[in-house]
């Protein structure tokens, strides 16, 4: 069995109760917020949410090397270099101490569930969008951190960006949690201090998995009658509707079918053409005290 792979979201906006959930479908891995319609209440299904969770009490980041570093830490220091910030041993250590416990959640979604998310009226219609059929995944497990309450408003960090050019910075917390975002104007003029405010002083979810929901494309050739309407003469003699006078198949002429859910985490393997600029990052979970990989744009992998 394979280790448990993780995605970290673009930013930690992501509150618990946000629109990054379990059971949610997603198309795009880079957008886990965006998903193809709101998950349907596990109750129904049967299907149980597992929760571990880590009260933290020693920090443990003393080593300079990125490698040492655990999945929390690693997701910090992720969208800390998307600001172009260079976050120190002891800066992880600082903004972990700010932290109270790390919890994770995740379901094993059976085929019944994945079916009916899928069959969904507002699933379908986002699916006929697309020129092209996209592979769907579903949020499987979510990693999320809990602040004190007491996280400072701003964490004095080393600026790393190249001094010789200029660029913008940025990297949001949750709205109205007090803790706006990381922002600042990176020049020539610049210092070489910069303040952060990157960890939000509310629970946000910091990693992701995802599970390839497989599916296929069959046509509806014997539409069904309905409040005592008949088939046209086409559809009555050949039991399939005429398209000819279109030239392609009409919205309503075909519907997205589950095939299989993947027993495994989402890989970078699997990604295919999408893994493009992708890297793996290996790291242990400090709340299951498990290694695992975390999927990373190559540029972020240090």
């Not at 001094?163 to 975002?181: D, I, L, M, T």
Request: with cysteine; aromatic share 6%; glycine share 8%.
């Amino acid at each position: 069995m394979s280790k448990p792979t993780y995605f970290i979201p673009p930013t930690f906006h992501n509150p618990p109760d946000g629109p990054l959930k379990l059971g949610q479908l997603i198309v795009a891995v880079n957008d886990p917020g965006n998903g193809l319609d709101k998950p349907e209440p596990f109750l129904q299904h049967h299907i149980e949410v597992h929760e571990n969770e880590q009260t933290v009490e020693s920090h443990g980041y003393t080593s300079s090397s990125a490698t040492d570093l655990n999945l929390f830490a690693k997701a910090v220091q992720v969208l800390a270099v998307k600001a172009g910030i260079s976050l120190s041993a002891q800066t992880h250590a600082t903004i972990l101490s700010h932290i109270e416990r790390l919890q994770v959640r995740f379901i094993q979604p059976d085929d019944d569930y994945v079916k009916a998310s899928l069959l969904r009226p507002a699933v379908q219609a986002k699916l006929k969008t697309w020129l092209w059929q996209k592979r769907a995944f579903m949020i499987t497990g979510l990693c999320i951190a809990h602040p004190t309450g007491q996280t400072p408003d701003t964490v004095a960090v080393e600026n790393t960006s190249d001094r010789r050019a200029e660029a913008n910075a940025e990297v949001r917390g949750p709205a109205g949690s007090g803790s706006a975002g990381a922002g600042g104007r990176v020049s020539a003029r610049d210092t070489t201090s910069h303040s952060l405010k990157l960890v939000p002083r509310r629970p946000f979810v910091y990693a992701f998995q995802l599970r390839t929901c497989r599916y296929g494309r069959r046509r509806i050739t014997n539409r069904p009658m309905t409040d005592g309407a008949v088939m046209n003469l086409e559809e009555r003699r050949g039991g399939q509707r005429d398209v000819s006078s279109t030239g392609r198949d009409d919205a309503d002429e075909f519907e997205f079918v589950f095939d299989e859910v993947a027993d495994e985490d989402l890989g970078l393997e699997e990604l295919g053409v999408d893994a493009g600029g992708l890297t793996l990052v290996s790291a242990r979970n400090e709340v299951t005290g498990l290694p695992c990989d975390i999927i990373v744009p190559v540029a972020l992998a240090t």
